[in-house]
């Protein structure tokens, strides 16, 4: 996701406004660092469930010396009443769900399109960047001419349905299911490897 970040990061750097960016899913919260260091605008919220993961990436932060402009919450990002009160409500509240929304479809789409609606209902007005990859039918994957892309798509494509992962859809159904949640989605960037940023406004 290295090419996604980098548009987001881009995006984040065109914030004039005092604004929080909450990363789902931060991870190491190398992006959470890059984007504090490149907008002093911005204050910075990680959201991540396993603590071994929190406790890197508030080690990082420190090293990186943005303690006080990043905090890493240990909790559910799926379970926003968990932590919705920690995210400050006079700034406009920018969020980041990067290759983790279609782990959430394990659970059917109703409860996703519930979950959405919810985002919507407790952060009306924030801006939301989703990635997630274009998921080529499997058509499609046979008639890739790249191998290294055939071989990348059928890899990703069987991994997740055998390791009990959500699996990841096509353009056209996270169009839907943004549209079913009530979300706008205001532009698309694509990258090399068929990951699309969608920019969304609740």
Known sequence: T????????FELKKVN?????I??????????????????????????????????ARKNITGAGCENAA??????????????????KERLNIFLASAMFHELLRDG???????????????????????EFDAPSAQQIKDELDEERKF????YMLI???????LPRPQKDWLSLFNAGGWLVTNTMR???NLVVYDCSL
């Open 160 to 166: 997740h349905p055998l390791t009990n992962q959500g």
């Open 17 to 21: 406004d005092k604004s929080t960016f």
């Open 109 to 131: 789409d109703d409860k996703f399109i519930s979950l959405l609606r919810q985002f919507k209902n407790v952060f009306p007005g924030s801006r939301f960047f989703v990635v």
């Open 23 to 56: 990363d789902l899913g931060c991870g190491s919260a190398r992006l959470l660092i890059r984007a504090a260091l490149n907008n002093t605008n911005i204050n910075c919220f990680g959201i991540d469930t396993d603590p071994a993961i929190v406790a890197e």
């Open 152 to 155: 990348f798509a059928a890899m």
């Open 71 to 88: 905090t890493i919450l240990n909790a559910n990002a799926a379970d926003i009443e968990s932590w919705r009160n920690r995210i400050p």
């Open 191 to 193: 990258t090399s490897n």
């Open 2 to 9: 290295r090419e996604a970040a980098q548009k987001i990061l």
